[in-house]
């Protein structure tokens, strides 16, 4: 997954404006804009570098006349006092940009990082972790991206890439007496053969009636594990399987151990812990 620079420049420019960078009274009466320095981008923790080149947008749009020099690239493991690039030139034009591009990599960088550790949890294991589409508004692109840089796959993109009927599609299309399986089928139909069609699930008959029906994706929303295994059992030989609902560290290598074929973790990206990084003057 690459990153659109068309998209990083608009996504960027809009967190500029909203910081009033060409405001900043603080540097304007302290800071002569003749002023040279170096700065340079370290890790305080350890994770996975993500957004390194969102970063560099910010400083160069702030001004263009500035040096960023990228010693590591997106996907890197960091560690207490790693180096991750260089920037040098107007110190003013630095402290402009120092808090956004922060803000872009370290949360970035936060979501590589959890999505690492889910990886790593579950190694060994042929299941796929997988993020949500809940993300910040406007940020979806590197928050997907991010997840990629630690290891993880993305689901849906948006709501154009795939049908995922969920639980309300279902009580909407109940309520005027469609089955589960005219459900797929109006699915199927109105779409084509070509587009995936996903289903999302509370039960294990459920999730068979689904997989007779002739979907491709079967998600097992907050089913105990016991009801995971059973759904393998019966279902996991002619139907793609997919975990979600409250998936942490702790139970997600169980999960995986049932075996389904992915898993979902929204927590990837709603619930970020920002990796901590640090902008430190020559």
């Given at each position: 997954m690459a990153l659109d620079p068309e998209?990083?420049?608009k996504i960027v420019d809009i967190a500029l404006e909203e910081d009033m960078v060409h405001g900043d009274i603080t540097t304007r009466v302290l800071v002569s804009p003749e002023i040279a320095?170096?700065?340079r981008l370290c890790a305080k923790d350890s994770g996975v570098l993500a957004g390194v080149t969102v970063a560099e947008t910010?400083?160069?749009r702030v001004d263009s006349s500035l040096q960023f020099h990228a010693r590591l690239v997106d996907g890197a493991q960091l560690n207490p006092g790693t180096e991750i690039a260089t920037i040098?030139?107007?110190?003013a034009s630095i402290l402009k940009a120092e808090r956004v591009a922060l803000n872009f990599i370290q949360r970035m960088s936060?979501?590589?990082s959890i999505t690492a550790r889910y990886i790593a949890t579950i190694s060994g294991l042929p299941a796929h972790i997988l993020d949500t589409r809940k993300?910040?508004?406007g940020l979806r692109m590197l928050d997907k991206y991010a997840v990629k840089m630690g290891g993880g796959d993305n689901h849906r993109f948006n709501l154009s890439d795939s049908i995922l009927i969920k639980d309300n599609h279902l009580a909407i299309l109940h309520a005027r007496g469609v089955s589960l399986e005219e459900v797929v089928a109006r699915a199927r139909q109105g779409a084509g053969p070509e587009v995936r069609i996903e289903i999302e699930v509370q039960s294990v008959d459920d999730a068979l009636a689904a997989a007779k029906a002739g979907a491709d994706i079967v998600m097992l929303d907050n089913m105990s594990l016991d009801e995971i295994r059973r759904a393998v059992k019966e279902v996991g030989s002619i139907v793609l399987l997919e975990?979600?609902?409250n998936v942490t560290l702790e139970t997600v290598r169980a999960i995986a151990e049932a075996g389904v074929d992915f898993i979902s973790v929204g927590s990837l990206t709603h619930s970020v812990k920002a990796l901590?990084?640090?902008l430190d003057m020559d």
């Open positions: 998209i990083i420049n320095t170096g700065a910010v400083f160069l040098s030139g107007s110190a936060g979501i590589a993300t910040v508004p975990a979600s609902g901590d990084i640090s």
